[in-house]
């Protein structure tokens, strides 16, 4: 049996999985450096209210520019980031670039627009959390109220009280919370009751159908009732078409996001973007 053991030890370091340990290494370091060298780029994506049919916030969304030019997307190094600790530097750098970028914005006369950076579970459950969000909304000059963070029913892995102490903390501070992706994890209405949320976003999983298939439609209505019901604004995110969108607005959903209105784009598109919306005076 011990043999066998061994021998099956043994088998696990084949070539195969050296190189992909090697490659997997080779990228945590270049990802330390990245930080290092501010290869991080924050990317922002608008959120148009449907009554008003007005940008009235960005998601903030980091980006790794490589010195290759490549641009590499989150799902490919936040959970690395996240197994290895680095999440903590990047996440409180990725707050800093969001809040004072809508800081500039506001003083370019944009001033209700609101910025949302997403947390992740290590994040969340750092004991420094609350104290640099509250520093970075001093130094940059931010109002609280319009800065929200998205957080997915993941952060409450380690404990619910706990979780639930930080998020008392952030909103008695005057942040905003949203739970993203909802309807992808499991115990969502649990947490829903639980939480102090001010907004919901319908996992774009759920929106992709709305406008052909019945039940993702009957499930999307569902949310954006209960959240009407519980006073929460409910975002959908990952809208592509018309008929998506015509699909929310018919349901009286508060906010979207995605492509059919824009990509996430470089903080100066952003910028012209906004500034094409500007009414004429
Ligand atoms: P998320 O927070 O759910 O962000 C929404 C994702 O949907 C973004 O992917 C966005 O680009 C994408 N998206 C928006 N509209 C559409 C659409 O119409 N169609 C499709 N197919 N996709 C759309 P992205 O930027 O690749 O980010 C992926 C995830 O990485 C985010 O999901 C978030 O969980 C995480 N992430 C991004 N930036 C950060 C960060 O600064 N910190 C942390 N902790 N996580 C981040
Ligand atoms: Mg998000
Ligand atoms: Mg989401
Ligand atoms: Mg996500």
């Not at 330390?32 to 903030?60: I, M, N, T």
């Not at 349901?251 to 910028?271: V, W």
Request: hydrophobic share 40%; aromatic share 8%.
């Amino acid at each position: 049996r011990a043999k066998d053991e061994g021998r099956n030890n043994i088998k696990l370091f084949t070539p195969a999985m050296n190189a992909k340990v090697m490659r997997r290494m080779e990228l945590e370091a270049n990802l330390r450096k990245a930080l290092e060298r501010e290869e991080f780029e924050v990317f922002y994506q608008p959120k148009v209210e449907l009554r008003s049919d007005k940008v009235v916030g960005v998601e903030a969304l980091v980006r790794w520019r490589r010195p290759d030019s490549v641009v590499v997307s989150p799902d490919e190094f936040i959970p690395i980031c996240e197994e290895t600790g680095l999440i903590l530097p990047l996440g409180k750098w990725v707050l800093e670039q969001a809040c004072s970028r809508a800081k500039y914005w506001h003083d370019m006369g944009f001033d209700g627009l609101n910025v949302s950076v997403n947390l992740s579970p290590r994040q969340f459950q750092d004991n420094h959390l609350v104290d640099h969000v509250g520093e970075i909304l001093a130094q940059t000059g931010l109002a609280p109220h319009c800065l929200e963070l998205e957080i997915t029913e993941g952060v409450v892995m380690h404990s619910v009280d706990e979780a639930i102490e930080t998020m008392n903390r952030l909103s008695s501070m005057g942040v905003r919370l949203s739970l993203d992706d909802f309807g992808r994890g499991y115990s969502s209405l649990y947490y829903l009751k639980r939480f102090p949320m001010s907004s919901l976003k319908i996992d774009r999983s759920f929106v992709a159908d709305i406008a052909t298939d019945p039940d993702d439609a009957s499930i999307v209505n569902t949310i954006i009732s209960m959240s009407r019901s519980l006073n929460l604004q409910v975002v959908a995110e990952g809208v592509e078409t018309k008929e998506q969108l015509d699909f929310l607005r018919s349901k009286r959903c508060d906010q979207m996001q995605g492509y059919y209105f824009s990509r996430p784009l470089p903080a100066r598109e952003l910028t012209e973007l906004l500034e094409g919306l500007r009414p004429a005076v």
